[in-house]
């Protein structure tokens, strides 16, 4: 019960926790647009979140471009700046190298 006490502070606390969302690539901040929330869920974010990037053509042919077999991958990491929850990422240059792959079909 404790437990859902907490979560239910933090998700009040949170909200707009998905407008805070992004990834940055070579110092570009690319914000998230979040997909199919729960609207009737007003005073708290959700716990879950489906969020998309919009590319710049630019960001999307360097990724598109990353190989397996090469060492030189960007760095991109993911941020959340909300006053309740900051943090950053780098994301592992596996995950990049799938997005590069999924960015060619």
């Known amino acids: 019960m404790r437990h859902t006490a907490e979560r239910d502070a933090f998700l009040r606390g949170a ?4 407008n805070t969302v992004s990834l940055v690539v070579r110092g570009n901040r690319l914000p998230a ?3 199919a929330r729960d609207a009737g869920v007003a005073d708290r974010t959700t716990a879950v979140h489906y969020l998309k990037f919009k590319l710049s053509e ?3 042919e360097e990724l598109r471009t990353v190989q397996r077999t090469s060492s ?4 991109v ?3 959340v700046d909300h006053p309740m929850y900051v943090a950053i990422t780098v994301l592992p240059p596996e995950t990049v190298l799938e997005l590069a792959e999924d960015l060619r079909t």
Do not use: H, K, M, W
């Not at 909200?15 to 998905?18: I, Q, V």
């Open 15 to 18: 909200l707009g926790f998905e």
């Open 33 to 35: 647009r979040e997909v």
């Open 58 to 60: 630019t960001i999307a």
């Open 72 to 75: 030189v991958r960007p760095q």
């Open 77 to 79: 990491e993911l941020r």
